[in-house]
């Protein structure tokens, strides 16, 4: 399997590692949800082959301690969206 | 086995991340349990097939290393929570 | 082995997750205490059968890195306690 | 080997988890002590049998990842203690 | 395959950890490529052979835990850099 | 291979585990730099056998994994030395 791997322009090649630019969003839900894409935002960084992230999704995707570490990332992604918005406090 | 993986629409496939939409609770104990949803739905959003997460749970759930780090990601969600909280302190 | 795993009334099955249902104490040792004690509930909320539990206990009691781990997820919860209780300065 | 787990008094078996009852220390050096000593303790109250420790710690001492994951919860304890302290600004 | 280690010299061989040496970004977006940037900073300081870290890539790069745990440094490092800049609050 | 472990006066055998006994630092780079030396003070004090680290360090180096995880420990030390020294904003 070749991967192509980019080193130096990986950064470029994706997007946005922060959708829309801003930690601030309108509710916990929508904070939980930008959470979750600053975590894959990272993997897309890091591995930018959108077809090998594919391939090892399956593995991933039914592996108890392989989903677990992935909820991890998006608890301390989470924690820094929710302090960026004061928890939402009314 | 066959794994539906819905890698693109699995958000909207999750009623909701966050339940109620809040962080505040009224007690640490209501803290607690939402730091354990939130960490479980993390999971269903990531993995939105009910049936496959039923198959890892098992074999997770007697294995020592898999709790501790499933405890670990719940420890992490109740600080954001107990924070949103001030703590609960009187 | 037969695991009775309770997927839907876990909670239930937990006396309480937080004890006192409060994250106060009056020292720096029961705040300790109560770290250990949370991470324990959680355990226990995950794998409700106390016997599964104990099976589990001999082999990561004496596993290094698995009491590394534990130790792990009790340094989290007790900085949620510290900073509950303003770290119990004078 | 016997291990003699003691899972009900194991808590009354340390001395005490936090050495003088305090986080509060006068120089970041004695702070580091106090994590390093705050993450052993509860390694100690885990596994309550100093003998079954001391077999574990050539195995664990001689693994990079050991003491990496040793180290790590040692930062989090540090954390803690440093913020107790207001990072003992002058 | 030999490997240079230079344990003693080695922050020095690296021009630096900390981009323009400041946490301060105008954007969350440039906060996070600043995250991703000390977090691969810190392995070019700990390992500052190029050529071993280049053989290193593949692997890592097509395992999923792997990336699972970049992206969690990644996160650690946001959160820091994301409280220097008060969250982009506008 | 014979292992001097000295469980004991361990701490005693390490010079100082703060440098400077100060977590203030003039620049991020500075800062980076004792998180750095935070994190390999707290090893040498786990294993104060200078000659046993120096064998385990060519594995370490060469597994991307074990590189991952120290990059993790610094990133820890790094959020609090940063928060030391409130984030080096003007």
Do not use: C
């Not at 082959?49 to 992935?70: I, K, W």
């Amino acid at each position: 399997m070749t991967v192509p791997v980019r080193s130096i322009d990986y950064v470029e090649a994706t997007m946005a590692l922060v959708p829309d630019n801003t930690l601030i969003t309108q509710t916990p839900e929508q904070g939980r949800e930008l959470a979750i894409m600053l975590a894959r935002k990272t993997i897309g960084a890091i591995q930018p082959d959108a077809e090998v992230r594919e391939t090892l999704r399956p593995g991933y995707a039914t592996n108890a301690d392989s989903l677990t570490m992935a909820g991890h990332v998006v608890a301390i992604e989470f924690a820094t969206v929710a302090a960026a918005n004061n928890y939402w406090r009314a």
